[in-house]
């Protein structure tokens, strides 16, 4: 029995999670464009005492069918490391992390952003570093297609590295602002990086101090091996998709057992599943409610839904009501095309029924019933090792997070599942975690 406590995340996406649910009466459908609802629902979520709000970001509309994204509310949204720190002036408590792409940013400017969120929010800010995965995104970038695979990876390691670097350039203490003798900073306080490798060269120091929680807080999604190789190396928090109990559990062992051999102790890493919960008083309000949603899903918005999750293939030749293809392995995201295609087979999908059974959740753990069902499912899965916490992904926005924070956050609190208050003021407060430690990015 762990007698420690799991964490929760509030994810955040622009009118909710299911693809359809900025239609349902109980979305804020202009939550994509209008910072007051970002307000109040990070302010709920404060409220309840959840560890952190995340939020996801592309660097562009990813959809290569551009008509079906003329259909969705995810056209539209702000980018997350502005938004976050304007949530920063009306927070105080709740961690904040936002998703950037190695892939088309640069290490000196990711590491200033989110020590700048990192100062501005008094030690609450967290990158979920991702690579990005469309050749739609790529083309924003001068480029027809995205790398392969295996470079993305390798780029992301040095990527990491130097922003690691980066954020230890400053000392502890450096900055002392001394008027009288006219000393802003300890001699030999900061140093340059003067990292040298195969993608970059950086040569810093960081323009921006070290920052309150001496270094912002790693998020990591990949579960490919690479990925799952450079989040045991750097990361915090592990935002994952896992669809049994059996696979949460391999998943959990293999990344902690991972950590050991880059020094590091398992309890210095989150494991936070994805996690779309449907709640009502009874079973039967649960489902009424989650086919309110599905009854909305448009069909060219559903195909395209699923074209991305297994790898951006044309699925459009196919019959909807035939089964799901055998398709080459993905350059893209290749560890959701996987579980895409273990969930079909699993369970005998057609096209049509796959793409209505990851509209809400797009892969991640979907329950549907009363708090008690979800509580339980929850509860096992933490109990039994398959995660440290949950990334919650409410149906829509407000509705489905304060269906959440009325009725599954009581049953929570009442097994002793999740604290009452904040016991910190920063993030890795929360959290329990320690950094990785500092180190000098590997050299080329």
Do not use: C
């Not at 009466?25 to 309840?48: F, H, I, M, N, T």
């Not at 990344?255 to 102790?265: Q, S, T, V």
């Not at 933490?382 to 409410?394: C, E, L, S, T, Y």
């Not at 149906?395 to 304060?402: N, Q, R």
């Amino acid at each position: 029995m762990r007698h420690d406590t799991l964490r929760l995340g509030a994810f955040f996406y622009a009118t909710g999670h299911h693809i359809a649910g900025w239609r349902h009466p109980s979305s804020e459908a202009d939550g994509g464009l209008v910072l007051e609802r970002y307000v109040g629902w990070a302010q709920k979520a404060e409220a309840a005492k959840f560890d952190l709000v995340f939020l996801e970001d592309g660097t562009g509309i990813r959809d290569g069918n551009l008509r079906s994204s003329e259909r969705t509310a995810r056209s539209t949204h702000f980018e997350p490391v502005t938004l976050l720190s304007a949530l920063a002036a009306v927070t105080s408590r709740i961690g904040l992390v936002a998703t950037t792409s190695t892939s088309f940013n640069e290490p000196y400017n990711v590491a200033r952003r989110f020590a700048s969120l990192d100062h501005l929010s008094g030690g609450r800010a967290g990158w979920n570093l991702v690579t990005s995965t469309t050749d739609a995104e790529a083309a924003n970038f001068g480029a027809d297609a995205i790398a392969r695979h295996a470079d993305r990876y390798e780029r992301a390691e040095e990527f990491v590295d130097i922003v690691l670097g980066l954020w230890n350039t400053w000392d502890d203490g450096a900055v002392i602002i001394d008027q009288a003798s006219g000393q802003f900073s300890k001699p030999d306080g900061f140093h340059p990086l003067n990292h040298h490798g195969k993608h970059f060269a950086v040569r810093g120091p960081l323009n921006i101090s070290r920052t309150p929680q001496g270094q912002p807080v790693l998020v990591q999604a990949g579960a490919s091996g690479p990925g799952k190789d450079l989040a045991a190396r750097t990361a915090e928090i592990v935002f994952t998709a896992n669809q049994t109990l059996d696979e949460a559990t391999e998943f959990y062992g293999d990344l902690k057992d991972r950590m050991a051999g880059f020094g590091r102790e398992r309890d210095d890493l989150k494991v936070m599943p994805g996690l779309f919960p449907v709640v009502g008083r009874s079973e039967a309000e649960a489902r009424a409610k989650f086919e309110e949603f599905q009854d909305l899903i448009d069909p060219v918005v559903g195909l395209a839904l699923l074209e991305r999750m297994v790898g951006s293939f044309d699925l459009s030749g196919y019959d909807p009501d035939g089964p799901v293809p055998e398709l080459p392995e993905a350059n893209g995201a290749k560890s959701r095309q996987q579980l895409m295609f273990d969930l079909a087979r699993r369970e005998g999908l057609t096209l049509r029924q796959l793409y209505l059974r990851i509209a809400g959740a797009r892969g991640h753990s979907q329950i549907v019933g009363t708090a008690a069902q979800i509580v339980d499912e929850m509860e096992e899965r933490f109990q039994k090792h398959g995660a440290d916490g949950f990334n919650i992904m409410p149906a829509t926005l407000p509705g489905g997070l304060d269906d959440f924070i009325e009725l599954v956050l009581p049953e929570l609190r009442r097994r002793g599942l999740v604290r009452t208050e904040y016991e910190g003021r920063t993030l890795r407060g929360h959290l329990g975690t320690r950094p990785p430690a500092a180190h000098a990015p590997r050299q080329g």
